[in-house]
């Protein structure tokens, strides 16, 4: 593989002849650049991408931080995430948490060592300060750091709202919510929209809480022989609502005859199992292009108005509902 010593020893220039082109830094005639180029090209010459950054004090680097990679939501997300930063010349460095403090605090220091040019959080976190302490551009996707850390967020509370005023619609009156882990703002949130229409419509509900990422299909089932003439269900995840359906046919439940289902999220399960699931839709593309293109103008020095976004959602009706 050849260097940078062999492209200037061939053009027969210095080797900061060479960086100097090839960082397109600093004056060079054009007879003499078309002699490193030329040298390039027949070399086959590939620059070292982390010492053109060091030079520049730019990585092209964005690091992207998630609680877990196994969720169908993240992952669908993430892709999005990295076809963005592709197509504005960055790279992408993805980091599972786990929700682990210690796994968090090692990625911290790799942050800090690549020099990476700005953070998109989606992980839940408690380490504010020290992400502020990179002194770098900071986004979140799902949650509020701070008020000067800018987020960008689905409209939870209306897909709350969506999913109940849909039961409501379609003859529910014994109603359930399968929610994620109540100390998430998202799931606070959509809690509240949904609560909001039962009680406009005088309709008490229970709520049990359960894990995004694997809900214990054991207790979904605990919850649903504990309310047998449940006759509608909001799950704060398609996973969840997945999981539901599965109860309900042990329990000779039809759905939606007997039982109508609506989910969260809109992952790629959820138009292909049978029956398709009924539920509030998150717009993916547009929040991780969102969070990447406001992170480049942070990037940038670009001053972002509004600094807390959200993005609407919609209610995506299938076969687990029926027809209001």
């Not at 169908?72 to 592709?86: D, K, P, Q, S, V």
């Not at 694997?214 to 003439?229: E, G, M, S, V, W």
């Amino acid at each position: 593989m050849a260097t940078i010593k062999d492209v200037a020893k061939k053009a027969h220039v210095s080797v900061a002849t060479v960086s100097r082109v090839i960082n397109n830094k600093g004056y060079v005639n054009e007879e003499t650049k078309n002699l490193v180029l030329s040298a390039i090209n027949e070399l086959e010459y590939v620059p070292n991408e982390l010492a053109r950054s060091l030079f520049k004090k730019q990585s092209k680097i964005i690091g992207v931080i998630v609680p877990h990679m196994t969720s169908y939501y993240f992952a669908e997300l993430l892709e999005i995430i990295e076809n963005a930063t592709i197509e504005h010349d960055y790279h992408l460095m993805v980091c599972n948490s786990k929700d682990d403090k210690e796994r968090e605090s090692k990625y911290l220091k790799v942050f800090h060592q690549y020099s990476i040019d700005g953070i998109i959080i989606i992980s839940n976190t408690s380490r504010v300060v020290d992400y502020q302490n990179l002194h770098i551009p900071i986004i979140t996707i799902d949650h509020w750091l701070s008020d000067m850390i800018p987020s960008v967020t689905s409209n939870n509370y209306n897909g709350g709202k969506l999913a109940a005023q849909k039961l409501v619609d379609s003859g529910c009156r014994n109603i359930i919510h399968l929610r994620g882990p109540s100390v998430l703002l998202t799931v606070q949130s959509r809690s509240k929209g949904f609560e909001q229409i039962l009680k406009t419509n005088n309709l008490v509900h229970k709520k049990y809480d359960f894990d995004f990422k694997t809900p214990n299909h054991k207790d979904i089932q605990k919850a649903i022989d504990l309310n047998p003439d449940c006759d509608g269900i909001f799950c704060d995840s398609d996973v969840i609502a997945l999981n539901a359906i599965q109860c309900l046919r042990n329990n000779q439940k039809r759905v939606p005859e007997d039982v109508q289902v609506i989910g969260f999220d809109d992952i790629e399960l959820a138009n292909i199992l049978s029956p398709r699931l009924t539920t509030v839709a998150q717009d993916k593309n547009l929040i991780g292009k969102y969070a990447v293109e406001t992170l480049l103008k942070l990037i940038a020095g670009e001053t972002i108005d509004p600094l807390h976004n959200q993005i609407d959602v919609r209610l995506i009706e299938r076969e687990t509902t029926k027809k209001s």
